[in-house]
């Protein structure tokens, strides 16, 4: 299975890698949440742009996402419109959706920006390819706040992620029962086992699915998410005490 390399991180060897977002509402905030990151076990920064306020300006995500990549320096980022369907703080637009990822992609401040794959398959391809013509990396992913899929549609939708030639497949579920945990599980191992060729991210969601964000080294997902100044989705738990369990897992894999 090949790697990713995102400037000075390789994400699909050794640990899990840590992924923090930013969640702050004004440039301001955004800027104070990065300067603490420095001393945090962060591995990659992800801006979650619905959560702020001038989102539908463009010059203005412009101008911050360039503030933001000065301020995190080498640390990779991701930058992600998560959508109201899923999960996300906002409404968009299919194109207003289109033109803000492409603008991010063409600008040089990020490095991955996150597409979600039921945006319209067409859609998909189109930002995948855009992206790559930059040099960014994509992250395709698929949340489902409500339920965790049967395990052959789990491995269905991450397989065809892989075939839009998205560089990090990526799936977050909502367990009803401890059982939902374990079918997100068998499904990234599997998945990661027969059919993957490059890193896939998975997880389960809420305090019932944080075994999943923590064990991906064992099971095959490549990357979690771990909370700094505030959790963007249920049962993200504090990065330091995150990168402490997973290290602890990685002496003994």
């Known amino acids: 299975m090949k790697t990713i390399q995102i400037r000075n991180i390789t994400i699909g060897e050794g640990r899990p890698k840590i992924c923090v977002p ?3 509402q004004t440039e301001e905030d955004i800027l104070r ?3 603490g990151f420095a001393s945090l076990p962060v591995d990659v920064v992800e801006w979650r742009a619905d959560w702020f306020q001038d989102v539908f300006d463009t010059e203005k995500v412009l101008h911050t996402a360039k503030a933001l990549r000065s301020a995190l320096g080498e640390l990779p980022l991701l930058f992600t419109f998560r959508t109201a369907k899923e ?5 968009i637009s299919a194109e207003a959706y289109r033109k803000l990822n492409l603008a991010l992609a063409a600008s040089g401040f ?5 597409v979600e794959l039921f945006s319209g398959d067409e859609l998909v391809k189109e930002l995948i390819r855009e992206a790559h013509s930059h040099g960014v990396k994509v992250i395709a992913s698929n949340h489902d706040f409500h339920k965790t899929p049967s395990k052959e549609e789990l491995i269905h939708r991450l397989r065809l992620m892989q075939d839009f030639d998205a560089d ?3 799936i977050a579920v909502m367990p009803t029962c401890r059982q939902d945990v374990l079918t997100l599980l068998s499904a990234t191992l599997e998945m990661a086992e027969t059919y993957a060729d490059r890193p896939i991210i998975t997880m389960s969601m809420s305090g ?3 075994i999943s964000r923590l064990t ?3 099971f095959g997902s490549a990357l979690t998410f771990g909370a700094a100044a505030k959790a963007s989705a249920p049962g993200q738990i504090p990065v330091s005490e995150l990168e402490t369990v997973l290290s602890v897992i990685h002496k003994s894999c």
């Open 22 to 24: 930013v969640v702050g």
């Open 33 to 35: 949440e990065a300067a």
């Open 87 to 91: 999960g996300g703080e906002k409404e």
């Open 110 to 114: 990020v490095d991955l920006i996150d």
């Open 168 to 170: 990090l497949p990526k």
């Open 208 to 210: 019932t699915g944080v």
């Open 216 to 218: 991906g080294e064992f």
